[in-house]
């Protein structure tokens, strides 16, 4: 049974108590009393898996007012996970922003059964493509729109690097666009789904795009990196694709991991096989259809 096969008084009034979900390799139980954060589940998370059994989830959360009084008057949103209060509360209406921030907070505090980067991960042709790069590099926005040209999306914030083998673990999950980012991908993709227009903590107009049903559903397939783009956006600058050297490749990589070091030589060496594995190259570019296509010219797995 997934989120869309609830109607929409039963989805209210398990938020209400607790609905349990899979979202890639957690678990996660939300409760929430708050409308919006049920509105955006219900449009978001329709294709997500409903687990019925809600012992050993990954994550115990809860978005909801931190007291009686919050509920009624300057009415606020409190994260709690597992009893814990990680942030300060927030105005109501950034309750949805608050929770998939804070889910984030969790997967990448929390997920040390994995080795755990920051980057965009998508998949196409069995192998992944890895896209770690820091905000305001044009990484949600690129991969975005590589999901909407027939890329499988395995995650817009992490790619989860399983030690053991070596695969990257899906975690699928609405993808944050910001600002001008929204209006250039509702033009590159009309049929795109979006959640509504918010506000975040940092004051930027947000809106989260629904992943893919396909992906959702294929979310426990994982496959082995292909290709390592790490995206520049520069206003009015020209498409240069310039390769990576294996080191700088490990270093980059290391940069942008959360755990990697928690992990010792295997955590290391799992990104020294990366870099040797998947070619990586910058990527500058300034219109979107052109980084779209200079990844896929780059993708040439798909060719063999």
Known sequence: MTVGDLAPHTLRARLRSQLTLRIGPFVVTL???L??????IATLYPAFEVVENA?????????????????????????TVDGRRPFLPLPVDMGVPMLEAGLNWCIGTGANQFVTLHSATLERGGRALLMPA????????????????GWRLLSDEFALIDPATGLLAPVPRPVA???????LLRAFAPNAYFGPTLTNNEGQRVAYLRPPGSSVTASQQRCPAGLVVVPQY???????????????????????SFNYN???RVGFDRLVAIADAAPAVTLRYSQLEEGVAAVERLATWNLQ
């Not at 409308?35 to 955006?40: D, E, G, K, R």
């Not at 294996?246 to 290391?254: I, Q």
């Open 35 to 40: 409308p919006q954060v049920h509105a955006a």
């Open 234 to 256: 520069v206003a009015d600058a020209e498409t240069v694709a310039t390769p990576m050297s294996p080191a700088r490749t490990v270093l980059h990589l290391a940069a942008n």
């Open 31 to 33: 409760r929430s009393a």
């Open 134 to 149: 820091s905000p305001g590099s044009g990484k949600s926005t690129l991969c975005a729109a590589l999901v909407h040209r």
């Open 177 to 183: 666009l910001k600002e001008g980012s929204i209006a």
């Open 262 to 264: 928690l992990h010792g």
């Open 55 to 79: 012992a050993g989830a990954h994550f115990l959360i809860r978005a909801d007012a931190p007291n009686v009084l919050r509920r009624i008057v300057r009415r606020q949103a409190q994260f």
